[in-house]
């Protein structure tokens, strides 16, 4: 009897010690950030971004090669290289993936997804900034991929 | 000190040891009534830049052969002759060649190091302890290094079988350095490359009020005009004012200790229970002065930034070591069963404040714009593991290994995993008659070991975060948020992945270790092949997914090598000894596999150059612009204007790992004498240099200074003919070195170095015979003291702008090395 007891107990103390060591392991959630942001926040940063990258690389290129200003200093230097049409294929990389589609289209997609159901209105200027931004990749880079 | 090589360490420390480990062991006082010693060393040591480039000392600041004061970095100007130009202040003086104007910038660094320490027992316990303190002034003004370390160690036999040790240092560092990096502060940013006519001491580096300024400097009232209240020339910093007043100040105060007990079940039968920490408070204080030019929002208007970073890790050992022979002492076992349990906790606090409104007051209020950050993180890893070692007649030996790891940093279903190794080797001298007692072999053995290690992931790659977004881009604009009252959230970039595994690394070693004439010579080979699977990296994804990458378990990668190390002494006589060692590896490493569709991946640079991983190339390729050539010849397309350009797409420029590496120590020693110089050598290994750039395309290097004559690309025009269009010494120097032009400032970086010298001398010990002193030693020491690079123009190919990470092969005008010497005396009473 004693023996059986003592089994359970080593048992029941293995259980505990495994189930305690999932709880010890189960601190891989980043308490610094948020899987479930408000929409507002996402559209705050969203919108900012648009703003933001129509002054950045995409308006450098296109700015420049209609000659509505041109990039001053040595050659070499970035704005002198891409007057010269000399546009690398890591500096439309960088346009492209982090900037159009990293920093807006995939945030406003997110947004609309969150949004459709219960607040509509929200997913709806989601849409308009979606399609604004798609005109700008359009003019930029002829067809683009749209799903 | 030990040095664990490879992942056969990784039994005992984990994953974290995957690439081997450096065991330290403090120093302990020794059992024994009367045995209390006390010593003393005392050090100086000086320091000086190893090389300094070649530079041209003939012409002066300008382009074209025209002197030019403002705005400019180029020395493609007028020959100097003592005539009278106007200069960046509006005043005339006489352009005048300053050979030194760059040397001067720097100073002879000093360190100053002291220890003490007492030790010593009683028959039951052991006691140490120490105090060290290191004063070190570097080769810049205001860089400096103070620390102040403590350290105690004691042991106590308690009873026959239960004996404890505690180990506690204590390190106080505080420093102070100049601002590095690429960006404006950084007094070596455009130094290098100072125009021959220029030099820095000749006017004042700050205006009264605490600020500088240069001509046409935006953000100030009046443009280009050349007044006597501009400090500085060009769109850099002053070197003086950023030494100055561009601070980066840092104090760090770190814990570690142990507390460690053993009992003895049995004689051959020991529990040991070990529980450590490491801690830190990591506390910086970065200002950059009002009118400084470095960063992007500090441009001008200064910033202040306040950060304590806090790191804790903790860890737990236990283990039930068994050590016993059988059958007539012929079979020996060893084995332990353990368990670790291991926690890292960080925290990361800090504001940034820009726009410094009191020149002077570096309080982060007098800024008007804030930024705070805060960070924690926790990492947390259980472990158990054993280890069974056999040997027969100290002749075969036999290792087996195993340990599972759980991993905080994996999901609840991935985040057990296990590794083994196995270890064998055969002392041939022992085991076979016909080679035991022979005087030419004395002692032969061979070995073959294989082990793996599981790698944790990088903390929080599990899931995808939405976090503070800010705009931004390379040329320096950016968005801070909140912005104008809202908070701005984005997805992150890289999308974590919940199935998230271990990667592994498998490494197989076969190997022998060598003597003969009793030890006069020692060989010891060593063949490894180390195979990484299931790397984890961000995969680069198709952008319409959402995310730009998905940290995946996807790559592989292989490297191996060879490790010779021979040891001898070739003569031993009268007292004189003659002692050789000498160490021999290759490596070589590849990447064989990223993901599918996905050929190569960005580790760390820029547009032009990059370091990459690229499938079928070693680790770390040096990726960048090339020039046009012609595609049948694959001579250099030469424009009708006779100058160069660049293909459109980057290619591989180099390969930064060696294809090996040597050292040689030889010591010779006689009576209380001793001679030691270890030469390093490095044979193979590309280095991309920013600053040989700058040195070459700006006129400075004194392989420009042939500029009178025309110059033409070696190279052929679009028709195919030989080119024959000469051009300006100027347009030729820019057209292969200019910036961004990767191709021609890729150097193979061999060296061969004198990285030690040492003289040592031990005072007769008659000397002291009747004094309370024991032992004196007195020592003279270099390091760096001679250079050999034939391949690299200009700078010390050992650099590398990208700090502690596994991106190698870039230097970008970083500080340069030192060649030091000093003196050591070491008293023991």
């Given at each position: 009897m004693k023996k059986r007891t003592n089994k359970i107990i080593s048992f029941a103390a293995l259980l505990f010690l495994v189930s305690a060591c999932d709880e010890f392991l189960n601190v891989n959630v980043n308490p610094n950030s948020t899987t479930g942001p408000p929409a507002k926040t996402i559209l705050a940063g969203a919108t900012t971004e648009i703003a933001f990258h129509m002054g950045s690389d995409i308006h450098r290129f296109s700015s420049e090669w209609v000659q509505q200003f041109t990039g001053g200093g040595n050659a070499g230097t970035q704005t002198v290289e891409y007057g010269r049409y000399n546009v690398t294929a890591t500096d439309l990389n960088n346009c492209w993936r982090g900037g159009v589609w990293g920093d807006v289209l995939s945030d406003l997609q997110k947004l609309r997804e969150l949004t459709q159901d219960k607040s509509p209105r929200y997913a709806g200027i989601a849409k308009i900034c979606q399609a604004f931004m798609f005109s700008i990749a359009v003019d930029a880079w002829g067809d683009i991929p749209f799903t | 000190m030990s040095v664990l090589k490879g992942p056969s360490a990784a039994v005992l420390y984990g994953s974290r040891a995957a690439a081997g480990a450096i065991i330290i062991t403090t120093k302990k006082g020794t059992k024994g009534k009367g045995k209390n010693t006390v010593n003393f060393s005392s050090g100086v040591t000086f320091s000086e830049v190893n090389r300094f480039p070649d530079y041209q000392n003939v012409y002066g600041q300008g382009q074209y052969g025209v002197f030019n004061p403002a705005n400019e970095l180029n020395s493609w100007g007028p020959k100097i002759a003592g005539q009278n130009v106007t200069n960046f202040r509006g005043q005339q003086e006489a352009l005048t060649a300053y050979p030194n104007n760059v040397k001067n910038l720097f100073h002879q660094g000093r360190t100053f190091q002291n220890n003490v320490s007492f030790s010593g027992g009683s028959d039951k316990s052991t006691y140490y302890v120490s105090y060290g303190n290191l004063h070190d002034m570097g080769i810049l003004p205001n860089n400096e290094l103070t620390r102040n370390n403590f350290t105690f160690n004691g042991t106590t036999q308690f009873t026959d079988r239960f004996r404890a040790t505690v180990n506690a240092t204590y390190t106080n560092t505080r420093t102070a350095r100049t601002q590095q990096g690429n960006q404006r502060s950084n007094p070596f940013f455009s130094n290098w490359i100072l125009p021959k006519s220029f030099d820095w001491y000749n006017y004042p580096y700050v205006l009264p009020d605490g600020t500088q300024r240069s001509p046409g400097q935006t953000g100030l009232p009046t443009a280009t005009d050349l007044t006597t209240q501009n400090t500085a020339f060009g769109p850099d910093d002053n070197p003086f004012f950023t030494e100055k007043f561009n601070t980066s100040n840092e104090e760090v105060n770190r814990i570690i200790g142990n507390i460690s007990m053993s009992y003895d079940i049995k004689p051959w039968l020991t529990a040991t229970y070990r529980i450590g920490t490491d801690t830190y408070s990591q506390e910086y204080k970065v200002i950059n002065a009002k009118t400084s030019k470095g960063g992007s929002a500090a441009s001008l208007t200064g910033a202040i930034q306040d950060e304590i970073f806090n790191r804790s890790e903790l860890s737990s050992y236990a283990t039930v070591t068994l050590n016993k022979r059988f059958m007539?002492?012929?079979?020996?076992?060893?084995?332990?069963?353990?368990?670790?349990?291991?926690?890292?906790?960080?925290?990361?606090?800090?504001?940034?404040?820009?726009?410094?409104?009191?020149?002077?007051?570096?309080?982060?209020?007098?800024?008007?714009?804030?930024?705070?950050?805060?960070?924690?993180?926790?990492?947390?890893?259980?472990?158990?593991?054993?280890?069974?070692?056999?040997?027969?007649?100290?002749?075969?030996?036999?290792?087996?290994?195993?340990?599972?790891?759980?991993?905080?940093?994996?999901?609840?279903?991935?985040?057990?995993?296990?590794?083994?190794?196995?270890?064998?080797?055969?002392?041939?001298?022992?085991?076979?008659?016909?080679?035991?007692?022979?005087?030419?072999?004395?002692?032969?053995?061979?070995?073959?070991?294989?082990?793996?290690?599981?790698?944790?992931?990088?903390?929080?790659?599990?899931?995808?975060?939405?976090?503070?977004?800010?705009?931004?881009?390379?040329?320096?604009?950016?968005?801070?948020?909140?912005?104008?009252?809202?908070?701005?959230?984005?997805?992150?970039?890289?999308?974590?992945?919940?199935?998230?595994?271990?990667?592994?690394?498998?490494?197989?070693?076969?190997?022998?270790?060598?003597?003969?004439?009793?030890?006069k010579i020692t060989v010891d080979v060593n063949?490894?092949?180390?195979?990484?699977?299931?790397?984890?990296?961000?995969?680069?994804?198709?952008?319409?997914?959402?995310?730009?990458?998905?940290?995946?378990?996807?790559?592989?990668?292989?490297?191996?090598?060879?490790?010779?190390?021979?040891?001898?002494?070739?003569?031993?006589?009268?007292?004189?000894?003659?002692?050789?060692?000498?160490?021999?590896?290759?490596?070589?490493?590849?990447?064989?596999?990223?993901?599918?569709?996905?050929?190569?991946?960005?580790?760390?640079?820029?547009?032009?150059?990059?370091?990459?991983?690229?499938?079928?190339?070693p680790y770390s390729t040096l990726f960048g612009s090339v020039f046009q050539r012609e595609s049948t010849t694959g001579k250099l397309l030469v424009d009708t204007n006779g100058?160069?350009?660049?293909?459109?797409?980057?290619?591989?420029?180099?390969?930064?790992?060696?294809?090996?590496?040597?050292?040689?120590?030889?010591?010779?020693?006689?009576?209380?004498?001793?001679?030691?110089?270890?030469?390093?050598?490095?044979?193979?290994?590309?280095?991309?240099?920013?600053?040989?750039?700058?040195?070459?395309?700006?006129?400075?290097?004194?392989?420009?200074?042939?500029?009178?004559?025309?110059?033409?690309?070696?190279?052929?025009?679009?028709?195919?003919?030989?080119?024959?269009?000469?051009?300006?010494?100027q347009d030729y120097f820019k057209d292969l070195y200019g910036f961004g032009r990767g191709q021609f400032?890729?150097?193979?970086?061999?060296?061969?170095?004198?990285?030690?010298?040492?003289?040592?001398?031990?005072?007769?010990?008659?000397?002291?015979?009747?004094?309370?002193?024991?032992?004196?030693?007195?020592?003279?020491?270099?390091?760096?003291?001679?250079?050999?690079?034939p391949n690299t123009p200009h700078i010390d190919?050992?650099?590398?702008?990208?700090?502690?990470?596994?991106?190698?092969g870039l230097e970008f005008n970083g500080l340069p090395q030192t060649r030091t010497y000093g003196a050591l005396i070491k008293v023991t009473f």
């Open positions: - | 007539d002492n012929n079979f020996g076992v060893r084995a332990f069963v353990g368990n670790e349990i291991n926690q890292r906790k960080t925290r990361d606090i800090g504001a940034t404040g820009t726009d410094i409104q009191i020149v002077g007051l570096n309080n982060i209020t007098n800024t008007l714009n804030f930024s705070p950050f805060g960070t924690v993180s926790k990492q947390r890893l259980i472990g158990v593991f054993a280890d069974i070692s056999l040997d027969w007649k100290n002749s075969i030996f036999l290792g087996l290994t195993g340990r599972n790891d759980w991993s905080s940093t994996f999901g609840p279903q991935r985040r057990s995993y296990f590794y083994p190794a196995i270890t064998t080797s055969v002392v041939l001298t022992e085991l076979i008659p016909f080679l035991q007692d022979n005087s030419v072999l004395s002692f032969a053995k061979i070995r073959a070991n294989y082990a793996s290690v599981g790698r944790e992931a990088a903390i929080y790659s599990t899931d995808t975060y939405y976090s503070r977004t800010g705009p931004a881009d390379g040329f320096g604009p950016n968005i801070l948020f909140p912005f104008r009252g809202q908070l701005g959230q984005t997805l992150n970039n890289t999308g974590g992945n919940p199935a998230l595994a271990p990667e592994f690394n498998d490494n197989m070693e076969v190997g022998t270790d060598l003597r003969f004439f009793n030890g063949y490894f092949k180390n195979n990484s699977r299931d790397i984890i990296f961000a995969v680069p994804v198709a952008a319409a997914s959402g995310f730009t990458n998905q940290q995946k378990n996807i790559g592989t990668s292989e490297s191996k090598g060879w490790e010779i190390a021979i040891g001898a002494t070739p003569y031993q006589a009268n007292g004189f000894r003659w002692d050789i060692s000498a160490n021999w590896t290759k490596i070589v490493t590849k990447v064989t596999s990223l993901a599918p569709g996905v050929t190569q991946v960005t580790l760390g640079g820029f547009t032009t150059p990059s370091t990459r991983l690229i499938v079928g190339q100058r160069l350009q660049t293909a459109l797409d980057n290619q591989i420029i180099g390969n930064p790992n060696p294809l090996w590496f040597a050292g040689i120590t030889n010591t010779f020693s006689y009576k209380g004498f001793s001679v030691s110089a270890l030469l390093d050598i490095r044979y193979g290994g590309d280095i991309y240099s920013r600053n040989v750039s700058d040195i070459e395309n700006n006129g400075a290097g004194a392989d420009t200074q042939d500029r009178e004559k025309g110059y033409i690309h070696d190279g052929v025009l679009a028709d195919g003919t030989k080119n024959n269009i000469q051009i300006h010494a400032v890729v150097f193979d970086g061999s060296w061969v170095r004198l990285r030690e010298l040492s003289i040592n001398y031990s005072l007769p010990q008659r000397f002291f015979q009747k004094t309370f002193i024991g032992r004196v030693d007195i020592g003279l020491n270099g390091r760096n003291l001679w250079l050999y690079a190919p050992e650099v590398n702008a990208q700090g502690q990470s596994n991106s190698q």
